[in-house]
């Protein structure tokens, strides 16, 4: 499930008392009445272009009212490196002065304030410096003066110099959602064992070196997607919601601090090709904070103009667009509401010489030489176990990428995605090299709705590709001047806790008489996924289950459920939604009475406003394979990805005089 | 949890058609008719001590019924090296033809046949060849022929020589059900973010390698604690509730074919000195799997005799105790029913010349030259947040290891018997150096009991000693010489996915209300464990939280659950007991009406028997420090980490020259 979008006004979360860790916060990254953006502990790389911005707090009310409610509009801010002199922002980075702004903001103090309906309200007097860098590593202290003696300082560090080239090529796979516990899931479903010992494994299981980060986000411990893939993408850690930029707490979603980002330096420094890849919507979280700068990751249609126009307020690293753009979400294309200012995004790639794909058909064909768009329906991709196993339930949709009614056909994988991106790319990034993205989305989608099997089918076909791509680099000879990576941006809770004898279960009447199905430790056996069954072909070769269905079958879960049925097994008639609403316009989930109806009940631990599962705190593991694969062992922060594939891409340099290569 | 006591007449789970993957089976690692052990697939370190058994099954009724229940006594069996010429199984390892054996056992084929009360019963003929070796690398075929033309083979693989000794000492740290996700939540609450940056890390965050082992069983996909410890200790994977065996079909569980262990091998090649150190009672399955070799688990008095004795009924590998073994279960030592023989464990044990502790003081006292025994309890620790916070708690206890009434007093924590462990090792090791396994058991024990609190403490505590482990090595000056892997025998489905508001829970009376306290994503704000609060100090210094009582505390939970409630927050009188039975005598679970009184009602979705959480499927991390460190990246099984130890400790020898040293 998204987050839900947040009100104009924008900040929501706060705090009881100024200087501590809690649930509701004012603006997660401003303990004090003085906010610094990028706030401290910050970390760059060397030339990365961002914004700062200033902001002062005076609460109107509530247990942090201060000053009458006067924001003071005379704050001043220095910058010193290491133990230097410290300077005006403006002289420091050579800039104009610019001109002050003011807004209001509210927040909810706690859950009674928020049920109460008693807001505090704060004004704010702010500044913002856009556009500058930091080129010489080391520690800077940044300083925020105001109310007469109040002070804010933020420490930031610039990483070392990272100018060398070590990897021609970079390719980034994300499972969305995907944890150590799921790979271990799919492994058991697809690859069989003999006595203790797997058969064959998954792709994933041979890479050389793994690694873990931590996904949380710069103020919350629960990550969304919009600002890990950020994090992973900038080096920079955001809000929930927020993605490109450090969210302040102006209304507008577009004024907030940017941060550059991979495929913006790898643009500007060494006019590399990059492409993104997603089984999602091209305007969700993951491809779209590539090139996103928001507070919200909900204007979808603006963060596909920016992904092909760049940043238009303002002045900022100019972006002509992806070399390989391929996923779902056509909504952003044709012309209408969902698109920017309405207009036909077809037309607007096509304009930049894109070649359009809207099946696999015309992917295959598309020349390797233009810059590639290929969507391939509205919204998501369906999943891989619709699109290769139960086949039956595509056609009951309507998400025709040419907007046309009826479903979308010939939908290409995402392997024939990826592989056709990597044809592109290897041409059009020639000496230079490339950089890709490729998600495999519905790990995580389908975890929210609880319907593990759909999960579990993806991040198979994630592996699949990662498999068939492996194999291409090597035809192509690239596979050693290329950095594979493959991560995740947050986790669910899943895992798997015995078998469950779907039989028996069916046969019951009483839901405590149907939980006695489940096996556990010596009644778990083996996994009866991998074992043919007469007459049974799901034409889906090795390293996919050789049967879907089976009597006895995994039984998972995780803490974080709504109300909800459970009676294991694959859905073969559509994807699971586990809670619905019981009168119309409700936001309260009870059990959806049409899911899994043989199933017992199990009652959430969830909101009860909350339809689906939620994203978890654990750390996700990290695979690496080619140059610099020994930097990705041991155990770090999701910005670190970051750093370590801009240091193994020599995109941290010293000068400015790389700058705007791509202008 | 322990998985439960099995009947004497062994095998209870089994299958429906002979050749797949069923949750019931005959024998888990016998599909057809014909047993060997160790089965196919199965690998040896050169020189590594077992036996094999042969069995032949007549199943007398049921689906597979054969033969009219008549099995083939005239079975033959050969094993032949490579291509080569097979021998018969005597002639090859120049034995003596061993007497045949027949017994009878019963199982159930599916849980219809369960409730029904219609075991399928099985005669059986079988022969087992005790204490041989293979001592050249390289692949074996085993055939078992039987009922005139019918053929069973496994193909056995003997891993490469490995005589020259890497690493001096070794110590294993073993988080019992440690996964990824409790050490990112266990991070979470005793160590701060300011702005997404961890300000301390973990000592585990600090390893330089991290790799993933899969911890099935051989013949099921969930593990309990027996097998997979034996796993990582033997290289040989067994059975739910067996260790140091392979576990057969006869009702003895003391005569299945055996399989050499780490320790075993580590004082016969080198002489070296070994311990054992555990928060667990000593004969609880992760200690006591380095030296028993028992179907069951449960054998406690027995397994602790194995440990000071070696094994009495065969002839095998000399066993003469420990060099140091502190950890808690008395019941084993003190005279009576639960010791071997009614015997006096601690008379035993000095008899051997073995000091005794029963305290800290005494512990801290005794010889680092003299063998060292340390009981400091009944049954298993406390955990450490009892031990340390809430240590009123330790009062209710009645488990003083003299036996005396009353509770233990002065009881060391997991780092004071590690580090003193050392000290012993260290000096009786001498140029031979040491082997340490260090186990946190209640990370297990408490995660079973949905106690995520005392788990995460128990977790903190390993991850302390680990860190002061480290620091000693130093001191010592034998921290390069050292290799100290930190992993887990098997997961629990844990992780976090939000904070709650602990006071508007309790605020609220509805169920539903109370679940409205969770916060997720922007809401889950940060951990207020790591905030001081005025007036309240923990006095647990650094790496452990400041307050474990706070407001905002995590919202956390498993996919595996018996009926309980949850509230979240920390029970302050002792550890959780989720379920309980309303019926006096019946094993039918319900929410336990004293537990969480104030939370929501969950109901659970494991089998109704169950009174706690179960072990779950994924994989678990391993992390190394020192030589042979990268051998442990990656992805493997749980027998690599056997295999990887016993090749950095020179363990794999070509010839039976070094047989029998401790002699």
């Not at 929930?240 to 330096?265: C, H, Q, R, W």
């Not at 389908?446 to 492996?470: F, N, S, V």
């Not at 034409?539 to 879960?557: E, H, K, M, Q």
Request: charged letters at 20%; hydrophobic letters at 35%; glycine letters at 10%.
């Amino acid at each position: 499930m998204l987050p839900k979008l947040r009100s104009a006004v924008v900040c929501l979360t706060a705090s009881l008392s100024i200087a501590s860790g809690q649930t509701f916060r004012r603006l997660g990254t401003c303990p004090e009445l003085g906010c610094v953006l990028p706030p401290d502990q910050q970390e760059f790389l060397p030339g990365q272009q961002f914004d700062i911005r200033f902001e002062v707090h005076a609460p109107k009310n509530g247990s942090e009212a201060f000053n009458n409610g006067v924001a003071d509009e005379k704050f001043t801010a220095t910058i010193a490196k290491g133990g230097g002199r410290p300077k005006s922002i403006a002289d420091f980075f050579k800039l104009k002065e610019p001109t002050l702004e003011t807004w209001t903001f509210s927040w909810h103090e706690d859950l009674f304030a928020q049920e109460a309906k008693t807001p505090s309200i704060v004004n704010v007097a702010s500044k913002i410096y856009r556009r500058v860098a930091l080129y010489e590593p080391g520690e800077y202290t940044v300083t925020l003066n105001y109310y007469s003696g109040k002070k804010t300082t933020a420490q930031w560090t610039v990483r070392p110099l990272a100018t060398k080239k070590k990897a021609k090529n970079v390719v980034f796979f994300i499972g969305d959602g995907m944890t150590t516990n799921m790979i271990t899931a799919a492994r058991l479903l697809a690859h069989k064992t003999v006595n203790g010992k797997y058969q064959s494994l998954l792709a994933l299981d041979k890479f050389p070196v793994v690694g873990h980060q931590m996904s949380h986000s710069i103020d919350t411990f629960i990550t969304d997607s919009a600002n890990s893939a950020s994090a992973l993408y900038s080096g920079h850690k955001s809000t929930v919601n927020a993605m490109g930029v450090y969210a302040d707490s102006s209304p507008d979603p577009f004024d907030d601090p940017k941060v550059e980002t991979i495929v913006e330096l790898l643009k500007r420094i060494w006019g590399s090709a990059w492409g993104a890849v997603s089984t999602a919507f091209l305007a969700d979280a993951t491809p779209i904070a590539l090139t996103g700068h928001s507070r919200s990751r909900y204007t979808y249609g603006a963060l596909i103009d920016q992904a092909l126009n760049g940043v238009s307020n303002y002045s900022w690293t100019k972006m002509d667009g992806p070399d390989v753009y391929f996923g779902g979400g056509a909504e952003q294309f044709l012309p209408g509401s969902g698109s920017y200012q309405g207009k036909d995004y077809y037309a607007e790639f096509a304009k930049k010489g894109y070649s359009i794909s809207l099946n696999n058909t015309a992917l295959s064909a598309a020349s390797n030489r233009d810059k590639a768009l290929g969507v391939f329906c509205r919204s998501n991709f369906p999943v891989w176990l619709d699109r290769n196993i139960f086949k039956e339930n595509l056609d009951k949709l309507n998400n025709d990428p040419s907007g046309a009614k009826g479903s979308a056909k010939d939908l290409p994988g995402l392997k024939e995605m990826t592989l056709k991106a990597i044809d592109v790319l290897h041409t059009r990034g020639g000496q230079q090299g490339f950089f890709l993205m490729s998600e495999a989305a519905s790990i995580d989608k389908q975890m929210h709705a609880l319907d593990y099997d759909r999960a579990l089918g993806d991040l198979l076909e994630l592996d699949d590709t990662i498999r068939a791509t492996i194999e291409k680099l090597k035809q192509l000879r690239i596979l050693d001047d290329t950095l594979i990576v493959v991560s995740a941006d947050h986790g669910h809770g899943f895992d798997v806790f015995g078998s469950a004898d779907t039989k028996y279960l069916n046969a019951k009447e009483d839901d405590r008489d149907k939980r006695n199905a489940v096996g556990v430790y010596e009644n778990s056996g083996l996994s009866q996924y991998v074992v043919a069954q007469p007459g049974v072909s799901y034409n889906t070769g090795p390293n996919f289950p050789l049967n879907w269905d089976p009597r006895y079958v995994i039984a998972a879960g995780m803490g974080a459920n709504p109300d909800h049925r459970e009676a294991y097994g694959v859905d073969k008639t559509g994807p699971r939604s586990p809670a619905a609403t019981i009168v119309n316009g409700s936001s309260d989930y009870y059990v959806n009475p049409k899911d899994k109806p043989n199933g017992f009940v199990v009652n959430g631990t969830l909101p009860t406003d909350q339809s689906q599962g939620v994203h978890s705190l654990t750390d996700v593991p990290v695979y690496a394979l080619g140059p610099c694969q020994d930097a990705f062992g041991g155990t770090y922060n999701n910005i670190d990805v970051f750093y370590k594939i801009a240091d193994c891409l020599g995109l941290g340099h010293g000068t400015n005089k790389t700058e705007d290569r791509g202008k």
